[in-house]
Structures are given as structure tokens and as C-alpha cells.
């Protein structure tokens, strides 16, 4: 048994010396602490801004919906007719004014332009005739399983 009290008084021994040397370091840290802390801190300033934006988003308006019923046009040929304006010419003499025949197509496309013959109607030219940019009549048929402006 005197191995083990040996045993156990070293390792007391050694625990109290652990002990006593934190002791000192903690007392000798302690002293910078308080030279440390006899200086003044500085000030510090929190400035906290909050803005808040609302819009306002006003409420759709009511939709008006306009419905207009469009019959198919009859035959109608429209001509037009340009006179050229008498002009000068650098030798002093003006040119006679002569009349010029246009004949306008009375159904446009979508795109604004005289239809011809061979290209495909609308559902709402059916059976319509108008002319062509030259002025020839073309007439909305039905070639086959489709609709197409043929001479008339």
C-alpha cells in the first residue's frame, strides 16, 4: 500500500503546483488589466434611419369593348383621278398639264396594299370583288379547299 499513498500524494503534489502557477499568471495579468483600464473608452454613436415609401396603385378601369358587325362589300370599283400640276423649268417655259388615270383597289390587306390575283382572301372578303393595284377586277373565290382572289 505505500506505493499507492506515494502515487496518489505525487499526483495531489503536482495538481496544487498547477494550481498555485495559474494563480500567479492571473495575479500578474491582472496588473496590465488595470493600467489598461484606467484609460478612458472611447464613445460609440449608433444612428439607426428608417424611411418608408408607399405608392398607391389605382384600380384598373372598367374594359369597354366595342363590337361592330361588318357585311361583305358588293362590287364597288373606286377611281381616282391626278392632275399633274404645272411646273417650271429652269428655261423658263412650263410644261403642259396632262391627266393621269390611277385606279385604286376598293379591299386593302392588313398591311395596306391591293390585293392580286392568286393570293389567299379573308374570311370577311368571301365573295367580294375589288381590283387590283393595275386596275384589273378580282374576284374572292373558292379554289378548292381555300379562298383566292381570281380575275373576275
Not at 495531489?12 to 502557477?21: H, N, T
Not at 439607426?48 to 357585311?71: D, F, S
Not at 388615270?101 to 398591311?111: E, G, K, L, V, Y
Not at 392568286?118 to 393595275?134: E, I, K, L, P, Y
Amino acid at each position: 500500500m505505500p506505493k499507492v499513498l506515494n502515487r496518489r500524494a505525487r499526483i495531489w503534489v503536482g495538481g496544487m503546483a498547477l494550481i498555485a502557477l495559474g494563480a500567479v499568471g492571473c495575479s500578474e495579468s491582472g496588473k496590465g488589466d488595470a493600467a489598461a483600464s484606467a484609460k478612458p473608452l472611447p464613445a460609440v454613436t449608433v444612428t439607426v434611419t428608417a424611411t418608408a415609401t408607399e405608392t398607391a396603385t389605382p384600380a384598373p378601369a372598367p374594359t369597354v369593348t366595342e363590337t361592330k358587325t361588318v357585311k361583305v362589300p358588293g362590287p364597288t370599283v373606286t377611281t381616282t383621278v391626278t392632275k399633274a400640276a404645272a411646273s417650271t423649268r429652269s428655261g423658263g417655259g412650263t410644261s403642259g398639264g396632262g391627266t393621269k388615270t390611277t385606279s385604286t383597289c376598293s379591299i386593302r390587306s392588313n398591311a395596306g396594299n391591293c390585293y392580286s390575283a392568286g393570293q389567299f382572301c379573308r374570311n370577311s372578303d368571301h365573295g367580294a370583288v375589288t381590283t387590283t393595284a393595275s386596275g384589273a377586277r378580282i374576284k374572292c373565290v373558292a379554289n378548292g379547299s381555300s379562298w383566292r382572289w381570281s380575275y373576275s
